[in-house]
C-alpha cells in the first residue's frame, strides 16, 4: 500500500521560512512527477508546485515564484519545498501528491493518484 506522509508545518511569522518535507512508502517512486499542492478554509485545493523525477525540471503558480523551491532526493523517496519569505496568504494545509494521469495537466489534481495527508502552515501578521 502506497503511503505518504508530509512533515514541517507549525506556526511562522511574516517573512520567515519553513521546510516541508514528504515520504513515500510502499514502492519507489523515482521515475513519477510530483507535486504540493495547498488549501485554504473555504477555498478549493489548489497548485503550488511540480518537478519531474529530476529535480533541474519545476514548475510554480506565478504567487510563490522566486520564494518557494520543490526538490526531491529520489534515493530516500523524498520531496520538499523550501518556504522562504512567507506571508499571511500563504497560510494552508499542504499536500504532497504522486502523478501518474499524465493524460491530465500537471495543474489539475485529476492527474495525481496517491496525496498525503496535509500539513499545516499558518503566517501570522
Known amino acids: 500500500q502506497v503511503q505518504l506522509l508530509e512533515s514541517g508545518g507549525g506556526l511562522v511569522q511574516v517573512g520567515g521560512s519553513l521546510r516541508l518535507s514528504c515520504v513515500a512508502s510502499?514502492?519507489?517512486?523515482?521515475?513519477?512527477?510530483m507535486g504540493w499542492f495547498r488549501q485554504a478554509p473555504g477555498k478549493e485545493r489548489e497548485f503550488v508546485a511540480a518537478?519531474?523525477?529530476?529535480?533541474?525540471?519545476?514548475d510554480y503558480t506565478n504567487s510563490v515564484k522566486g520564494r518557494f523551491t520543490i526538490s526531491r532526493d529520489n534515493a530516500k523517496n523524498t520531496v520538499y519545498l523550501q518556504m522562504n519569505s512567507l506571508k499571511p496568504e500563504d497560510t494552508a494545509v499542504y499536500y504532497c501528491?504522486?502523478?501518474?494521469?499524465?493524460?491530465?495537466?500537471?495543474?489539475?489534481?485529476?492527474?495525481?493518484?496517491?496525496w498525503g495527508q496535509g500539513t499545516q502552515v499558518t503566517v501570522s501578521s
Open positions: 510502499g514502492r519507489t517512486f523515482s521515475l513519477y512527477p
Open positions: 518537478t519531474m523525477w529530476s529535480s533541474a525540471a519545476t
Open positions: 501528491a504522486i502523478r501518474s494521469q499524465r493524460g491530465v495537466s500537471y495543474l489539475r489534481e485529476e492527474s495525481y493518484d496517491y
